[in-house]
């Protein structure tokens, strides 16, 4: 039996099947572990290998694949047909985030533009020891109207929803909400930003957000020229 083999993996491992379960159901429902991150993460970051080549076995009955960077210390969860760093062989999707849910148009936006802002720090030399990217919000907001032509949201409490859920991925961290509110403050971009899309789906999502922009210019306009000519009804 497959329960069997686990908990005789497990005893030569000294986890519980308890432990194991709570390691499992972390990764399947947040998608990320980072060992940095917090003391929680610590600990489930070193059960995962302890058990590495067991989860990996057992992920890949289900066809779930594990992203392991041991250098800066995070795992990242690839569901089914996710194209995964290192395996060529496997299905183009743009993304292999959490399992749970889909990025909405304003977070890929974000995302693709802290993608792009870190392969720039990288090459110029400007990332730490841990591999993080500093950036300041003035210069993130200016690089997402150059890029894509959009703004970054007016409204605090929509800005807040959108940075929380990239700091939920563990794509970004910053010191508190005040950070994120006006343009002098600054967040770091996480080194797992570089494996979180790959160049093919960068390009995908490049092109998808430029379509939807000339869409939503062309609308704007059209917008316009009907009320034009409304103006000159009598």
Same mark, same amino acid.
């Given at each position: ?9 497990? %005893? ?7 432990? #194991? *379960? ?38 890949? &009955?289900?066809?779930?694949?594990? #992203?392991?960077?041991? *250098? ?18 496997? %299905? ?49 907001? &200016? ?22 859920? &990239?700091?939920?991925?563990?794509? &970004? ?14 967040? *770091? ?6 494996? #979180? ?17 000339? *869409? ?19």
């Amino acid at each position: 039996m497959i329960s069997d083999s686990i908990q005789e993996t497990l %005893e030569r491992e000294n986890v519980s099947l308890t432990e #194991f *379960k709570e390691l499992v159901i972390r990764l399947l429902n947040y998608g990320v572990l980072c060992r940095s991150e917090s003391q929680t993460e610590q600990y489930l970051y070193d059960r995962y290998l302890r058990v590495k080549e067991l989860l990996g076995d057992y992920f890949a &009955i289900m066809d779930v694949h594990i #992203f392991h960077e041991p *250098k800066f210390e995070y795992l990242r969860v690839y569901p089914p047909a996710s194209q995964v760093p290192g395996m060529e062989d496997t %299905e183009l999707t743009p993304f292999g985030g959490s399992l749970r849910s889909r990025l909405r148009q304003e977070e890929v936006a974000l995302i693709l533009v802290l993608h792009i802002q870190y392969d720039k720090a990288l090459h110029e030399g400007q990332v730490d020891e841990h591999g993080f990217v500093t950036e300041s919000m003035e210069s993130l907001s &200016i690089a997402m109207k150059n890029i894509l032509g959009r703004s970054l949201p007016d409204k605090l409490t929509d800005r807040r929803r959108l940075f929380q859920r &990239i700091r939920q991925l563990r794509l &970004i961290d910053f010191r508190q909400e005040a950070d994120i509110e006006s343009g002098e403050g600054w967040l *770091k971009i996480h080194p797992m930003i570089v494996s #979180f899309i790959n160049e093919e789906a960068l390009q995908s999502l490049d092109t998808d957000i430029s379509e939807q922009s000339d *869409k939503e210019e062309m609308q704007q306009q059209s917008t316009q020229a009907s009320d034009g000519e409304l103006s000159h009804v009598p």
